[in-house]
């Protein structure tokens, strides 16, 4: 039978382990949906060590409870039935206490209550520390993606299977879910069965014998539906993805108003339940299956059951066992038979459990593919020359085409250098490629002389301020909006103050309630919606509060009316005095005021020169500058 790949065989080839691990992961799945159970361990282990060990001390305590009770109940029923025959009457409580008999049965029934009290506190004191236990390793593991995800690269994030493995990862450790719990419960039920077990052998050894032999193919056929669950649910894996995405765009509020404008609900809705009904058909056919020999086999351990009852009784009829053993034994056989069920049950809930197991550590495993310099170039200061490309290729991960390729460009330090192309020319890749987002599939960058990868790539990005054209508009406050293009300096309110007014975002907070407090975006209820040419003037401040010695804007106009455009460039040339600007726009007014113009086509750069110069030239910028200009007149 053909397994499940791992999580990470659902990865892309590079994003594959080599050859030994592969190895090790491919016997791992055959574990199916145990193989996490170890780091499940270790994270609860990890996060704390006391709750975890309380955890299991208080389930162990309470596995030996029914046993004994069991017991304690057999004593007393025999003690009973001894002592009926010299039955005397009693007057008061000292007669009862003075009877020998009656003290003995006073004495078992108050120590089977000692232990019925003990196993319910220790009951809701398990409750309290799996509570606070699941919350706190749900805490800890968020942290942990959280600083995973920093760690990589951003080619990863944009591989649709990472992707969708993190958002349900993310999703399991909000629901906080509790594997641990669930699994420490299981370990307890197995021990009371077990201690229950240990107990019939002394009278019925071959009892136990017969419930084993009906357990056996009982588990095995549930660790193999628990495998062919655990299988299907990997290969319905892109057809859950694309259902949730269904539902997400037919329920989300994001979607909420080109859904009412296309009428998109109905061909959505239609879309998610082809996709369920098929998930449906599939499960059914499982769970039938699953139900007829889960079915058999339960009547098989309930045939053993009342064997081993009926013989009991008669070993008691012809006098061989005493009343309390067939108390016990017929209470050991029953609990055991609940146990047992309930062990069953939860090996089933623990392999649903898994895929998300399987998302979250899958996440947990990739590593960065970036590599970064073991000891570093210093970092020029101030950058002499600037960044050269030469003969830079760039192909994204999975593409036929090439974004960027023989790329040849300089830009100079201090230069205001725009880029302009149409679109799908490859000029948002030179950005990424120059703040080392990606590393060039061919060629190399320089800077100051030295390629871009001998120097570490968080100073780079420290150098390097970036607004790309879909930026982030975080439902955070118009401040903290700013204040993340440099969050250290989030508390100076004087420079989120200087920088809003170089980009013309002071008019937008003037207008807001709370001003640099007002929460913005639509997620929260004290939120407030800007329009698009607001938000972004709040992302050109963000860039300007970077202080970098390289500004790189991508489109930072495109949503400006053509007065704040206008405005924005008489600022950002003043801005950028002394430092490297690197534009990109559409916009051929805006394009204009650049010391130098790369014309890009097809990822390569088509002309270079002053606005004039490639007017003059009459090629494909006074071509595309003529277009634009000619809507005008
Ligand atoms: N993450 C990605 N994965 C795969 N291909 C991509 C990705 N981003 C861009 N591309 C492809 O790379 C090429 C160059 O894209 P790029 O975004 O650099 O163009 P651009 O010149 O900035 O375009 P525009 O003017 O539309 O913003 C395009 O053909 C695009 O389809």
Known sequence: MRLPPSPTERLPTSERLTTSERIRSATAARIGPFRHLPALFRLAWATSRALTLASIGLRLARAAIPALMLYVAKLVVDTVVAGRADA???????????????????????????????????????????????????????????????????????????????????????????????????????????????????FLPWAVLLLVLTLIPAFLNELHFNRQGYRLAYQRSPDRREGDYMRQLGAGAETAKENKLFGLSGYLAERFRVLADRALRENSRLARRRAVAGGFFASLGTLAYYLAYGVIALRTATGTLTLGDLTFLTGAFLRL?????????????????????????????????????????????????????????????????????????????????????ENGSGKTTIVKLLARLYDPTEGRILLDGRDLRDYDPETLRTRIGVIFQDFVRFDLTAGENIAVGRIAARAEADRIEDVAASALADTVVARLPAGYDQRLGRRFEDGVDLSGGEWQKLAIARAYMRESEVLVLDEPTAALDARAEAEVFARLRALALGRTALLISHRFSSVRRADRIVVLGAGRVQEAGTHEELVARGGRYAELFELQAAAYR
């Open 337 to 421: 038979r609940g146990l047992v069920e309930g062990l069953l049950l939860g090996l089933s809930q623990l392999s649903g459990q898994a895929q998300y197991l399987d998302d979250l550590f899958g996440f947990l495993a990739l590593a960065p593919r970036l590599p970064v310099p073991e000891h570093p170039a210093p970092f020029p200061t101030p950058i002499r020359e600037g960044f050269v490309f030469e003969a830079v290729g760039y192909r994204y991960p999975g593409a036929e085409r090439w974004a960027v390729r023989d790329l040849s460009l300089t830009i100079r330090a201090g230069e205001v250098l725009a880029l302009v192309g």
């Open 88 to 202: 005397v009457a009693l007057a008061s409580a000292a007669d009862w206490l003075a009877h020998p008999h009656l003290r003995q049965v006073g004495l078992l029934i108050g120590t089977e209550l000692a232990l019925a009290l003990a196993s319910d506190l220790l009951g809701r004191a398990t409750t309290l520390v799996d509570g606070v236990l699941a919350e706190i390793t749900g805490n800890a593991t968020t942290l942990r993606l959280m600083a995973h995800a920093a760690t990589l690269d951003l080619a990863q994030f944009e591989d649709p299977a990472v992707q969708d493995g993190l958002e349900r990862a993310r999703r399991q450790v909000a629901w906080r879910a509790n594997p641990m719990g669930q699994l420490l419960g299981q370990l307890q039920d197995g021990l009371t069965a077990l201690s229950l077990a240990v107990a019939v052998v002394a």
